[in-house]
């Protein structure tokens, strides 16, 4: 017989030696794409987090290789094009990606080196799973991870535009989106993401949200008192938070990280097209419907009498043996 | 010498006299509209699956969410080039006239189909050329947008706040088309004698005298004009076979 | 490393100098991100390019490939002027106080007794003065001009700031803010720890590199503290094992030279080694070097060692010239001296200097026989693949052999890693195909050549046929036979010191440490210094106790650490003269008035008292030599230099060239091109995607890092119309190559002696196998000429030019 297995705490654990059954469970859903009403689930999972602190990432890729290892993708063997990015952006095969930006600190005049791994950041509410009319395509869990179930992905590109951190990628021969999954599969057997396992100094850390927050404020103290004093977490309150943090030295500006958003959030026409217009359109729609209908049942039909048809052919006869001239005429008159 | 087209389109012509019988649209017309029709009708039920999760179930139509998704966007690649088929046919004729400004005006007439208090008409009514310009824009529109969100040959055509206000602007313009799609369903259904001008290609004399009846003076006088043909037709007998 | 990577965790301040630990050692990194994180270190990064180290370090300089010696003698100068000394340490534990030979000096770049002819220093004058017993004069005082101390202030004079500026390219402010960091940990409770790697010894002067950090830290009073030390990143994951067992040209295992020609008899070897204490009461542990060395003689020979034979030292090779160094060996190939080459786990066509020579030079032999578990380029080396390989096959008669081996995954054993740790592993997978295990295959070389000898005899049959080759199964030693034949054994009953009766070994026991060698017979270990990794008790280094007793970060029951797991060389060193830590929060080891308590290994005795015996037990002095006497080659104290190829005269004297007792072999001296035509500093370096030439044939590295690039400054890209990500064509007297560009600000051009020094950056780890893209490496364009104490080549510094190359390549 095989136990549950625990909730994850740390990426640090090792993984288990004896078979576990998965302790992520259909009924820890929370939010299902295109639907209505998930059923509340049964119970509430911790929730989790994955901590970047941007200040110990030494850029290496270990979270790279990881991740591609882990989830057995195959990205393509590229070519350099003048840049350390490679791939050179997320694709379907690469579901997290280092960036590096070379920035002139106006005000010290140093330069800094900012490295930061980009993907998926599993926000609170997240744009995908609201953009997304598949149904079971997105699901988010109730420990925060947003995961895409790619049984039901139809492959549309819609989390594509309903992302505000521009992520979800479409396979070219799947058709199906990919991006990360916070190792649901690992997390569902107690163990930390494939990155987190990996990263040799820790720059990635992993465990409950709350754990997260409190050493990444452990963090800010330290990179304050090196100078930094902008420095801060990265938990973006516009899209509910996210269950991907930063720790960064210059937290007054995300943009300067290889364009993080300085304040992200659904788009308003992300909202307007999956909120109001689908419920407007629904109702205009039924509406026309209905008119039409009412038209048909109360307006008399349209019909072409008999004595039209009668005036028809008098008139035709009319016409066809009036004289041309006269014709030409009426014709001029009719005009 | 035969009159020139004013309110007409080439092929249309008096066809019989006993019945009279009209000649409204040639085969290759009728083909058109109903190829485009067809695409509207898929375009408008997979579309209405992607726009509305309670509507996803129409996507087991085509096969699945999967085979609606490459579906849409083909269908609509085929409606563009169909539907500029006709533009290219009716544009002409849909052309405003002054008596489409009575027409309108007297809107309520025509949904009472109080028909003798309207002006007369050419081949199309006011609100027929409404379809016709209100399809023509939103087809347009719905393309240009469609395609900047055709996830699997345009990934990345355009920015992704420029295909978020695509997606918008597809839907919405997808609704318009839904309005105008219902309006000429219903009017042709509504208006009795009108679909035979697109399974036969035929109205009666009578449906001509009632709705065009400046197109069904003008086809009249092009009979009367034609010369050799003048005593067959007084036969009654059919001039060609269509 | 005199310390360990977990020890970093204890430091103030990490000095990355001479390496790029974030990127070429990132798991051992954490440690310095440990110490920032709970330790509030601080990290500094000096560097030509701003690299991944510098991109989370806390101040970054840069300096001028082959610059290090100024810059770190300026640093001892500002810490002399400006009482930034660890004066307990400096007086108690170094050399400082020694009186030195009124004929010693330096002048005009160079040392006393330097003869041009030779190019060699008569190093007679680089001495003490002794008194009649043969010990040091010493001056406690510090006042006599003739003490190192003095010397060594004269010495270092010179490199004033602006001096050192002017030199290296470092802004002086910047120089200053580091100076003043540094300076800081010369206080008794602050502790600096130096990280170095390649980027130190890949010079024609590697070796002073290390020492001018080894002196700043023992001013600073740095050595033997937990969070302190000179620490050298091992390049490999078990380069430090294979300096240790002895795999260079001239050593034997446990840091024994190899015999020269010179040492006929063991007791001419013993007696150059005897290592008397220069002080009464002094320990100096190379005096029981007999032990060990006979102790190392019976496991090779057996019961064929006896003390009639010498204990078969006959029967070892005797060395002609100081080394047969790589550079040496190739440089005999290429004319044509040399008929096989066996090469074992290594890719010289990649990895040595002056690629176009090493080409030639495997064209030359009769024989090369590859044991590797990957498609080498070496072994490839007579295939045309056009511009990255660009030889014709038919030319080529050397007969090539491929004899498949495993990776350290597909086999039992331990791998050293640099901070001296033994960690064994388990095999976790079955080797592919025909690979075979190194040993197995080593084993059947031996069998079959000793076969050979058996059936039709041959030269110098003795240390063929006299091998002890006692193993279970002789066709395939195992792992732990040979583990245990290196730990050592009794052969004989071991009596016990204080109670004749006993025996603390019984014959046949595995021994527990060094301590327990014999030098008459009655003991075998094969490297004396692995002694205690596996014992009685079981395997050592197969222990796994993360149990870090005074959270200093020693681990004592992880693994096994050579020497006698002592886990921070020179430990005794951490406390002061009466046996108390200089620092009490940093308590490493303690006096308790009877014996040395604490958490690491003492390196002295446990019951030496602590006024008496001085920790650097190594040295006959017992302390630390900030004065090196004759030890190295090219001078007692660091002096600058310039690289062989060098952007600009060496400021001290200008018609010398690079290490002025380095070697160079005269078509290696033509091969040498001068900054007017070639103005450009390349410098070599690894990438953290890749392991040198190993991953690349690993899809994954692969897609990480595909393709080979070189970086360069937005202004040098601006000089030579270079476009980012555009082709280049990179060339000098040796080579050419062709690469992307990289247009990066993390490379300045440097300001050196009025002149803008543009740094042209080349990784390494491409080559025309594998899955990456096919590429170069560095090494078409590197110096064929090493360094002058242990010849290791001088990659880090060559002259190139560069310019934008256009269309494709044709692969």
Known sequence: MTTLAPEPLTAASNPP??????????????????????????????????????????????????????????????????????????????????????????????????????????CEDPGCLKSCPAPGAIVQYTNGVVDFISDNCIGCGYCVKGCPFDVPRIHKTAHVSKKCTLCSDRIAVGQGPACAKACPTQCITFGPKEEMKALAAERVEDLKERGYDNAGLYDPQGVGGTHVMYVLHHADKPSIYSGLPDDPRISPLVEAWKGPAKKLGLMAAGAAFLGSALHGIFAKPNEVSEHEEEEAEELYEDIVHEAPEAAEASGEAAR | MTEKRVDSAPGDEIESEAPLRVFRYRGFTRANHWLTAGCMIVLLLSGAAFFHPSLFWLTGLFGGGQTTRWLHPLVGVLLFFSFMGLFLQMWRLNLPRREDVEWSLKIGDVLKGNEENLPELGKYNAGQKGVFWGMSGLIMVLIVSGVMIWEEYFPNLVSIPVRRAAVVVHALAALGSLFIFIAHVYAAIWTRGTISAMTRGTVTGGWAFRHHRKWFKELARRKRDEPSEGAAEANGAAVKPR | MTNAWTDIKNTDLVIVMGGN???????????????????????????????????????????????????????????????????????????????????????????????????????????????????????????????????????????????????????????????????????????????YALGWTQHSKGAQNIRGMAMLQLILGNIGLPGGGVNALRGHANIQGLTDIGLLSHMMPGYMNLPTEREPELADWLKARENKPMFPGQTSFWRNTDKFMVSFLKSLWGEKAQAENDWGYGWLPKLDVPYYDILRVFDMMDRGEVNLYICQGFNPLLSFPNRAKLTSALSKLKLLVSIDPLQTETVNFWQDHGIYNDVDPTKIMTEVIELPSTCFAEDDGATVNSGRWLQWHWQAATPPGSAKHDTWIMAQLFLRVKKLYEEEGGANPEPIMSLSWDYHEPENPHPEELAKEMNGRALADLPDPNDPTKAIRKAGELLDNFGQLRADGSTMSGCWIYAGSWTEAGNMMARRDNHDEGGVGTYLGWTFAWPANRRILYNRASCDLQGKPWDPKRKLLEWNGARWEGFDVPDISPTAKPEEVMPFIMNPEGTARLFSRKLLRDGPFPTHMEPWESPIQNPFNKEMRGNPVGRIFPQDLAQLGTSEEFPFVGTSYRLTEHFHYWTKHSKTNAVLQPEFFVEISVELAELRGIRKGGRVRIWNKRGEIWAKAVVTKRIKPLLCDGKEVHVVGVPLHWGFMGAARKGFGPNSLTVFAGDANIDTPESKVFLVNIEPASGDLIA
């Not at chain 1, 602190?53 to 094009?81: F, L, M, R, Y």
């Open chain 3, 21 to 195: 630990a974030a990127e070429a050692h990132p798991c051992g990194f954490k440690w310095v991100t440990e110490a920032k994180h709970h330790n509030g270190a601080k990290l500094i990064v000096v560097d030509p390019r701003f690299t991944r180290t510098a991109s989370v370090a806390d101040v970054y300089a840069p300096v001028r490939p082959g610059s290090d010696i100024a810059w770190l003698m300026g640093v001892i100068r500002y810490c002399l002027k400006n009482d930034k000394v660890q004066w307990d340490y400096v007086k108690a534990y170094t050399n400082a106080t020694y009186l030195i030979r009124e004929d010693f000096g330096w002048s005009e770049g160079l040392f006393t007794g330097y003869d041009e002819e030779k190019r060699d220093f008569d190093r007679s004058s680089w001495e003490y003065q002794m008194d009649d017993q043969g010990q040091p004069l010493t001056d406690p005082t510090l006042t006599h001009p003739r003490c190192v101390w003095n010397l060594l202030k004269e010495h270092v004079e010179v490199y004033t700031p602006e001096f050192v500026s002017n030199l290296t390219g470092t802004p002086i402010d910047r120089y200053l803010q580091i100076c003043g960091m540094i300076g800081e940990t010369s206080a008794k409770d602050k502790v600096m720890t130096s990280l």
């Open chain 1, 17 to 122: 030696t004896q078979p576990l059954e998965s302790n992520l469970l259909p009924t820890d859903v929370r939010r299902i794409s295109a639907t209505a009403h998930v059923p509340p689930p049964t119970r509430q999972l911790t929730e989790v987090a994955k901590l970047i602190d941007v200040s110990k990432c030494i850029g290496c890729k270990a979270c790279q290789s990881a991740c591609i290892q882990w989830n057995d993708t195959h990205p393509a063997v590229e070519e350099n094009v003048g840049i350390y990015e490679n791939p050179h952006d997320l694709t379907p095969d690469m579901f997290t990606l280092m960036r590096f930006a070379e920035w002139e600190n106006p005000e010290t005049n140093e330069l800094e080196w900012l490295i930061r791994k980009d993907g998926c950041m599993h």
